[in-house]
């Protein structure tokens, strides 16, 4: 949808169609204001993926993607020994457990914010240059990134869930909580709870859009009939004018004008012998 809206446009309207004009230019605003929010959760929720894996992920992987060096106080490790080892495989394979969630939150969130972006920086046009085929394009992509949102946030969590359900992660949790860590444990940790409360973020603002791209399309459409209806009421009028013209400058119009004129010579001349006559007799 368009983020240009030019004054030439609010001169040229009156009556009506200020107020035409006056909702397209306020919803107009309110649709960029909706598209930067949106590109700005869509990079809290890629951030709030990596976060949460990161907090997981535990003292033998980095950053939660299972390479094999130590993420939390890499000076010191409280494990030794075949502990060491048992910690180490159990974070691997936590981790690995955990990558399809963020693998697939990353390239949602990422591939939300980029298709974004474009339908911002494409619908940057004035309100005559727009096409109703484009913001209907607009309209279905902030319905599908609403329900993807929505539907991405639940399968989120419920894998989440199951991961942490697991016997790898009570193990683990185990082992963690032997040497004082309790933030291991197998619950829903604070990096997924944003994860998902951005994402319904997300998905109310993309329905937000959604609702703007329909009152565009409409707005849009009673601009264009309006413009095709002050084009066609020109063409009409102008052949009008042109028949006028003529029928003033017609042959027709110009012997009706000379019989005119000669009819009121006739007349004056006729007076003018009945004044003499009249002058005669008296004389």
Known sequence: MSC???PWECQ??????????????????GF????????????????????????????TSLGGFGTGSFSLNSAYSPFEGTELQEVRELDMQFTQMRAPCVYGGVAFSLTAAVLTLVFLVVGAKPIQQLR????????????????????????????????????????RERLYARRGYTSMNCVVQGGDAAVGL??????????????????AIRTVRAFQSHTAK???????????????????????????????????????????????QALATLV
């Not at 960029?32 to 949106?38: Q, S």
């Not at 590109?39 to 997981?56: D, E, F, K, M, R």
């Not at 309209?139 to 946030?153: K, R």
């Open 132 to 171: 109703v085929g484009l913001l209907a394009g607009e309209c279905a992509f902030n319905l599908l990134a609403s329900v993807g949102y929505v539907a991405a946030v639940g399968l989120y969590l419920h894998f989440v869930s199951q991961v942490n359900s697991t016997e790898v992660c009570k193990r």
């Open 198 to 215: 951005f994402g319904v973020a997300a998905a109310c603002l993309y329905f937000a859009s959604f609702v703007v791209c329909i009152l």
């Open 32 to 59: 960029c204001i909706l598209k930067f929010v949106e590109i700005t959760v869509n990079l809290l929720v890629l951030v709030c993926v990596g976060a949460a894996q990161a907090s997981v992920a535990g003292f």
């Open 4 to 6: 240009a809206f030019t």
């Open 12 to 29: 040229t309207c009156a009556g009506k169609r200020s107020s035409t004009f006056e909702i397209l230019f306020r919803t107009d605003c």
């Open 230 to 276: 002050a084009q066609h009421s020109q063409g009409q009028a102008q052949p009008q004018r042109h028949s006028t013209a003529k029928a003033k400058h017609s042959p027709k119009s110009s012997i009706r004008d000379r019989s005119v004129r000669s009819h009121h010579a006739v007349h004056r001349t006729s007076e003018n012998s009945h004044n003499v």
